[in-house]
């Protein structure tokens, strides 16, 4: 039995799936059914039960992935230890942002955490907040900003902030900035994202929630490209302020604050449940829920 052999179980079971896991660990699927057959006969105990559409665990294979999941957190927390006493922390952390806060905050962030952690290494990945979020259960990221996450098993939140969605608008889309009701959002074409985007969830369902529909003009699932459509005066958009500020050409659009009520979709930091935090991880996290806030909050203050 080793580190390696227990990984692969580990990732087998909760993936539950030997196709799945091959595909996440970038190893052949007949090697790593090899390696899990091996703990199996070194264990004398049927570990996984194959069937057509996956594995179960036997009372073994729970039992031992309890404890392997334990065994491969303490291999972690030794390196950081051993770390530690070179004076800084060490490992790995992957995580993961929507592609609109990326752009604001993968600099910032990456500068914190070369400073703080100069012996640890940062991956930033940007995707769906959905998507994000089994990405956390497969192992695949240890912490990311989501938007309006629901309650998940195997899922904690730590709300972070409140942002807040503007109707963006090209050229002549406006005589002035003035506020528009959440009622009249419906008269306007809008570029929006396709579900299960965080963001059209929830454009969509304050709409629902007053009776009214929104009228779709395009499904795009690009910022960039969605501001290019709205300065073309294809459509509208509802984004946040920091995605527009952050365009190639900001002043190309007029950003109006959505009242009565307004759209406050709610920022949290996602992590694993099932995977306790190393030294290196729980730092992150924190600098992570830090800088969000400081940039978000700085960002609207700059702007009107």
Same mark, same amino acid.
């Not at 080793?2 to 052949?28: H, M, N, P």
């Not at 530690?84 to 914190?112: D, F, H, N, Q, Y």
């Not at 769906?128 to 497969?138: D, F, G, P, R, Y």
């Not at 924190?286 to 806030?293: G, K």
């Given at each position: 039995?080793?580190?390696?052999?227990?990984?692969? /179980?580990?990732?087998?079971? $909760?993936?539950?799936? /030997?196709?799945?896991?091959?595909?996440?660990?970038?190893?052949?699927?007949?090697?790593?059914? =090899?390696?899990?057959?091996?703990?199996?006969?070194?264990?004398?105990?049927?570990?996984?039960?194959?069937?057509?559409?996956?594995?179960?665990?036997?009372?073994?294979?729970?039992?031992?992935? $309890?404890?392997?999941?334990?065994?491969?957190?303490?291999?972690?927390?030794?390196?950081?230890?051993?770390?530690?006493?070179?004076?800084?922390?060490?490992? =790995?952390?992957?995580?993961?942002?929507?592609?609109?806060?990326?752009?604001?905050?993968?600099?910032?962030?990456?500068?914190? /955490?070369?400073?703080?952690?100069? #012996?640890?290494?940062?991956?930033?990945?940007?995707?769906?907040?959905?998507?994000?979020?089994?990405?956390?259960?497969?192992?695949?990221?240890?912490?990311?900003?989501?938007?309006?996450?629901?309650?998940?098993?195997?899922?904690?939140?730590?709300?972070?902030?409140?942002?807040?969605?503007?109707?963006?608008?090209?050229?002549?889309?406006? #005589?002035?900035?003035?506020?528009? $009701?959440?009622?009249?959002?419906?008269?306007?074409?809008?570029?929006?994202?396709? =579900?299960?985007?965080? !963001?059209?969830?929830?454009?969509?369902?304050?709409?629902?929630?007053?009776?009214?529909?929104?009228?779709?003009?395009?499904?795009?699932?690009?910022?960039?490209? !969605?501001? #290019?459509?709205?300065?073309?005066?294809?459509?509208?958009?509802?984004?946040?302020?920091?995605?527009?500020?952050?365009?190639?050409?900001?002043?190309? /659009?007029?950003?109006?604050?959505?009242?009565?009520?307004?759209?406050?979709?709610?920022?949290?930091?996602?992590?694993?449940?099932?995977?306790?935090?190393?030294?290196?991880?729980?730092?992150?996290?924190?600098?992570?829920?830090?800088?969000?806030? $400081?940039?978000?909050?700085?960002?609207?203050?700059?702007?009107?």
């Amino acid at each position: 039995m080793d580190v390696k052999q227990l990984s692969y /179980f580990v990732r087998v079971a $909760e993936l539950g799936s /030997f196709t799945r896991a091959s595909i996440v660990l970038d190893i052949a699927q007949p090697a790593l059914s =090899r390696q899990v057959r091996l703990l199996e006969v070194e264990l004398r105990q049927n570990l996984l039960v194959r069937n057509g559409r996956g594995i179960t665990l036997t009372e073994a294979g729970k039992v031992l992935l $309890e404890h392997s999941r334990g065994v491969l957190h303490q291999m972690e927390r030794l390196r950081e230890e051993l770390s530690r006493v070179r004076g800084s922390l060490a490992g =790995r952390v992957a995580v993961g942002m929507p592609p609109t806060l990326g752009r604001i905050l993968a600099v910032p962030v990456t500068r914190e /955490f070369k400073q703080l952690m100069p #012996d640890a290494t940062l991956s930033i990945n940007e995707g769906l907040s959905k998507t994000m979020q089994e990405s956390l259960l497969t192992g695949q990221l240890d912490i990311a900003l989501v938007y309006n996450a629901f309650p998940t098993p195997g899922i904690e939140l730590r709300p972070v902030l409140q942002d807040e969605l503007l109707l963006v608008q090209g050229p002549g889309g406006a #005589d002035s900035a003035d506020p528009v $009701e959440l009622k009249d959002i419906a008269r306007y074409p809008l570029i929006i994202p396709s =579900r299960p985007n965080a !963001i059209r969830m929830h454009v969509e369902t304050a709409l629902l929630n007053i009776g009214v529909q929104p009228r779709i003009a395009m499904e795009v699932d690009g910022v960039a490209t !969605i501001l #290019d459509l709205v300065a073309d005066g294809v459509g509208n958009a509802v984004l946040s302020r920091h995605a527009v500020i952050t365009a190639a050409q900001p002043e190309r /659009f007029t950003m109006r604050r959505i009242t009565n009520p307004g759209l406050y979709p709610l920022l949290s930091v996602a992590t694993s449940a099932n995977r306790p935090a190393t030294s290196t991880q729980h730092a992150t996290l924190e600098l992570l829920e830090r800088v969000a806030r $400081e940039v978000l909050l700085d960002k609207a203050r700059d702007e009107p």
